[in-house]
């Protein structure tokens, strides 16, 4: 019968940015023999590339790990940069910053909202069948992704690999009729996004809870916490960002040759559900009402509501960047401040033989980046934990537990709803897409 | 009904795939990024792979392959020669897969000591070998260069492919653009650029954004005439300059090996 099944399921996909990765689950008589997530790291070897390099040059490189996620990687490089050199952002930097990451999270939630988690839920393959059935839900996502990006385009250059945030600030500054421009684009989307909270009021999520710890950045101040703050966790950690390697204690296992992370217990989760349960009290007013209106409260423990957690996510950071916005507008840029760029060939910023920690937010989790560098400011030794890698210790934990409550059903719902687990996380756009060579031995 | 004919006008549509290599799937999205006019370029393709966006499947021959990223493991060899076999037309797309990019930097160091260094004494369990663009692997019929492309460029050459037109990137480098758009010459402000050895297309992206050029489309054919000017009337150290080449074309060094 069905409930004492036999499973031999593999799920393969190819090399991404943070490796590939393989889902390996054995039943047999209906006991789980093994359940497991193995992600092997991609063969770019970015660390390796960097040493040598000028520090100056490593927010150009480290972008390139990832172009879904480019300007966060830039910040949190730029982060480790400065503090290696000790270079202090002026508040002006620190405020186009976060602006930055907040068009980021809007960029990338939107994307994975819309464009991979919601054909699961409505049961097609891809949002291109969507075309004809959800016409107008594909062209409001398509609509939004560009408007974000259009606004990208504006303050950074470009959103795949900004062009003009670096070491010390921005080469290029927006103009007034810039910031307007920005403002006017934003403010279009509003209907759009009245839109998108209905739509995720309509999606229906699984039912599934595993207690795990949450780590995300925090703060002592009001601000829901992106670009800056300590490493803290869900059971009560607490770490300065240089420590950022005891709050991810990154080890091998036996049974794989990935990296895992573990903290407080056997695993965490770091991400858009993370950073709620942490610091869901310094949302925006109108994304406390979104979360609400969407039944989401902390400590919230079902990893399929990280998709939630990002429409949530996408309301705090729509209004947060047109405060910003508006408060830029009031108070004008002062257009001093633009950076020369360069790897500092003529020496205008002192250098130091130092080390410097990144920990930023980005819409996947925290990213770190840690350099060393020599008296000439070249790179000695780079580090880079990504979010995906954290998670992928807590989606095998997971898997564990939700893999008996499903045994029962037809095998397509198994793997539709693993699928669906591992796209919760948001590993990497094109991974999650990717789950698709799944063998059934029964 | 609808179905029905939605179903033959797909039939008669080109078929076209994406295919990403080593790299950071950038250059997709930009092709995600172009927003509603996505739609209109799907409507005279039928686009039957894209890994990013899409979990379909496709088991026959493609009228155009559309590759990004580079070469540099032994399996990924493998799959990019049975894409050509299967593949009418081949367009390689972005730096990683026309030059090399960025991951070409890996061929600056010895290739098991860069290995250890990232992944320590297991590093043979990850198979690498050095970074190579895909014209040193197969034929390639179109290129569309930049990291990431330059949308515009994209659909310009997607449509010459289907039309089977050739296209070409005229030999001139970023500044004949960057002096259009009449940008302050990075050399007057103390900082060497790599525009006037890089081929244009690009509408100097990066100098219109306060940033210099880091060459990221590759060489103009014959880079040597211009380089000699301009290091000699600034004075440049030829190490700094071929240093900053290799953020972008270290793979440069293997195109002698390939006889096409």
Known sequence: ?442 | MKTENSAARAAARPKVAFFDFACCEGCQLQVANLGEALLDVLGVIDVVEFREVMSEKYDKDYDVAVIEGSITDRHAEERLKKIRARSKVLIAYGSCATIGGVNGMKNSFDLDEIRQSVYGKDFKLFDSTPTRPIHQVVKVDYTVNGCPIYPPELVEVLKCALRGLPYTVPDNPVCSECKLNENVCMYERGVSCLGPWTKAGCNSWCVNNGNICYGCRGEVKNPSGNALEVIGRYNLKPELIKSKFDMYNKCKEGDKDVNR
């Open chain 1, 1 to 442: 019968m069905s409930t004492a099944k036999n499973l031999d399921l593999k799920v393969e996909y190819v090399t991404r940015v943070e490796g590939h990765g393989n889902i390996v689950v054995n039943v047999k008589d209906g006991k789980i023999e093994k359940c497991e997530f193995h992600v092997v790291e991609s063969p770019r070897l970015f660390e390796g590339m960097l040493r040598g390099r000028s520090i100056f040059e490593a927010q150009h490189i480290t972008s390139r790990i990832c172009g879904i996620c480019s300007c966060g990687h830039s910040l949190a490089s730029i982060q480790a940069a400065e503090e290696a050199l000790g270079v202090v952002p002026s508040a002006q930097t620190i405020k186009l910053r976060k602006l930055l990451l907040d068009y980021e999270f809007l960029d990338s939630h939107i994307l994975h909202v819309y464009l991979l988690a919601a054909p699961d839920i409505l049961g097609v393959p891809s949002f291109v069948p969507l075309i004809e059935t959800h016409n107008g839900v594909v062209r409001r996502a398509l609509r939004m992704k560009k408007a974000v990006n259009d606004v990208c385009d504006i303050l950074v250059g470009r959103h795949v690999h900004p062009i003009t945030a670096i070491v010390g600030g921005f080469t290029k500054l927006p103009r007034p009729r810039e910031i307007d421009t920005q403002l006017r684009i934003l403010e279009g989307m509003a209907g759009d996004m009245a839109e998108t909270l209905k739509l995720a009021n309509a999606l229906k999520f699984p039912d599934f809870n595993r207690e795990t710890e949450y780590v995300a950045l925090v703060s002592d101040d009001g601000e829901y916490p992106l670009l800056e703050g300590d490493i803290g966790s869900t059971d009560g950690k607490r770490f300065a960002r240089k420590d950022y390697k005891k709050a991810t204690n990154e080890f091998i296992d036996p049974r794989s040759s990935a990296k895992f992370t573990r903290l407080s217990r056997e695993s965490f989760f770091v991400g858009a559900l993370a950073r709620f349960n942490l610091n869901s009290a310094k949302l925006h007013a109108r994304a406390k009402a979104a979360a609400k209106e969407l039944g989401l409260k902390p400590v919230c423990h079902n990893p399929f509501l990280n998709t939630v957690a990002q429409v949530v996510e996408i309301v705090h950071c729509y209004h947060h960047a047109l405060e910003l916005l508006r408060d830029i507008k009031k108070n004008c840029l002062d257009y001093g401040q633009e950076v020369t760029v360069g790897a500092n060939e003529k020496g205008t910023v002192p250098v130091r033989a130092g080390s410097g920690v990144g920990a930023v937010e980005v819409p996947r989790g925290i990213l770190y980046h840690n350099y060393q560098t020599d008296a000439a400011g070249l790179i000695k030794h780079a580090d880079c934990i990504i979010p995906t890698n954290q998670n992928i210790n807590n989606i095998e934990y997971d898997f564990a537990k939700l893999l008996p409550e499903i045994i029962t059903l037809p095998k397509e719902a198994i793997r539709l709803r693993l699928e669906m687990l591992v796209r919760a996380y948001d590993p990497c756009i094109s991974c999650s897409a990717h789950y698709l060579d799944v063998e059934f031995v029964d």
